[in-house]
């Protein structure tokens, strides 16, 4: 598989539908291109010809019956709606058959219509509901009398096919309203999977494609792609199409990569592309769709997610059902935008929140307790210069208060360092872990060895700070726990990924064993999930512990 380029769009090359495809038309009365018929000279009067025309030629369809609804006679544009609807030989609609032999089990549809009729009146319905074996149809009937003597002797059904009219509408109406409903669901902070989801109930809903799947990931590629399948696709297809990313890697893609176009053939050109094994499970001949669409979703210019659209092998999309399937997912591409923005801004908030904490800490209680620590001293100067002996409980508690407000100083400065390490910011991973290193040191007398780059890493600030956090941890654990000496903590930096890695040779632990109460690995571990980082802990009572983090880097 090529870098910088969607593993779904490397399959075979899109291609348009065939002229014959573009245009399909439900109705049989109007031929798609030009056709000229011969028509032999008359000597007949000029009504008479007009009226032979007129019922020959017409493009609706024309039927007369008599008062028994037994058909008399027909155009051929009338007997053509059978052969085109039901599949009927021409001479279906022969002279003879009733009414209800024709379309059998709509005679309340049509009860209303003939009995005005044989009243003597005309009426007029628009897109008049038929039922077929499988489907709905819908026309746009006259229903007239005709007259012999003064009386009724026949009707004539003259009719025109109202299907694509009708279907049109009420597919423009069902996707107007799955719109809504999908906009609606982002202007309430509707989580991200809820509205990809919706996308995706869209897609299969509103058009003819078979079923639906997207897949997105954030701008910067930092977090794995994450996928959403319909159902019909197979239980696990959404997980396979992450690991089919995972696989490829999270590298740029580029807009140009997609046309809108119908990519024929593509399950048996996926099923030899090795780089889509995880989704070969689900590309099996019991599966009816063969083809694809892909369409992007983008945001400021940048690819971050796709729609796949799956279709019956020859099927196709025409212009409304790309503009449709291009503006739900310019929406999920928005859904996915607004789910960066929120995300980010809850970091922003919490690392706000740390500063401020850490500003009122330094400047309310750290001051306070610095003051305590000077007054003790003073007072020890002072119990001295009178002559009191370091042995005498009063120098034996004013002591005692120097050496607690000194730790509960040092303890404060530690936590001002975590709730906002001025040396991550301003020079790194690699000296924020020595600079608080050499402060367990000094406070725990731990020896802990460092090795790290010299120069600062080129990394995302949030992943220096989940790193610094997993290291900080597993070093307070070893502190509490571990009773070793010395802790090694280790960081090696590669083009394609960076590890932190700490150990040491204390007590260790089983790490098979439930430890109800203590929340430092499964901290840890989602840490590192955050990044997309990998988290490896190995371990036995006696043999110490190892710690591994490692983080995939993108070009």
Known sequence: MKDGRSPLAGGPPATAPPPDERDPLRSTSMPTEPLVDDLAPSDSPLDTQLLDIFFDRTPMGIAVFDTDLRLRRCNKTWAAFFEHYLGVPADYAVPGRHLKELIPGNADAVRHMVEIARGGQVIRQAAQRITIPGSDTYWDVVFAPLFGDGRVVGMVDIVTDATDRVRSFQRLEARIAMFSRVAAGMSVDQPLSATLSQVVNAVHQTTAALACSIVCWDEDGREPATAWADTVLGDGFAAAIEEVWKIRGMRPVRVEEYDGAVRRGFREAALADPSLAPVHPYLTEARPWQDVALLPLVVSGVVVGEVAVYLAPGQHLDDDDRGYLVALADQAAVAVRNSTLFRAAERNAALEERHR?????????????????????????????????????????????????????????????????????????????????????????????????????????????????????????????????????????????????????????????????????????????????????????????????AVPLTA
Not at 470 to 486: C, F, Q, R
């Open 357 to 549: 904490l850490s500003r009122e800490l330094h400047d309310s209680v750290s001051q306070a307790l610095f003051s305590m620590t000077l007054h003790a001293r003073t007072a020890q100067r002072h119990l001295k210069s009178e002559g009191l002996p370091d042995d005498h409980p009063v120098a034996i508690e004013v002591e005692q208060l120097h050496g607690l407000t000194q730790a509960a100083l040092a303890e404060m400065r530690a936590l001002v360092f975590e709730l906002r390490p001025g040396a991550l910011e301003a020079e790194g991973l690699a000296a924020a872990l020595t600079k608080q290193a050499a402060a367990i040191t000094a406070r725990e007398g731990l020896l802990i060895d460092v090795h790290a780059p010299d120069s600062r890493l080129g990394l995302d600030p949030a992943v220096e700070e989940h790193l610094y956090r997993i290291a900080l941890e597993a070093l307070h654990n070893i502190v509490k726990h571990a009773g070793a000496t010395p802790v090694h903590v280790d960081l090696e930096y590669t083009d394609a990924r960076l590890v932190l890695r700490v150990r040491d040779d204390g007590a260790g632990f089983n790490p098979t064993l439930d430890r109800p109460g203590h929340l430092g690995l499964t901290t840890m571990r989602e840490r590192a999930d955050a990044i997309g980082a990998t988290f490896d802990l190995t371990s036995a009572p006696g043999r110490g512990c190892e710690i591994t983090v």
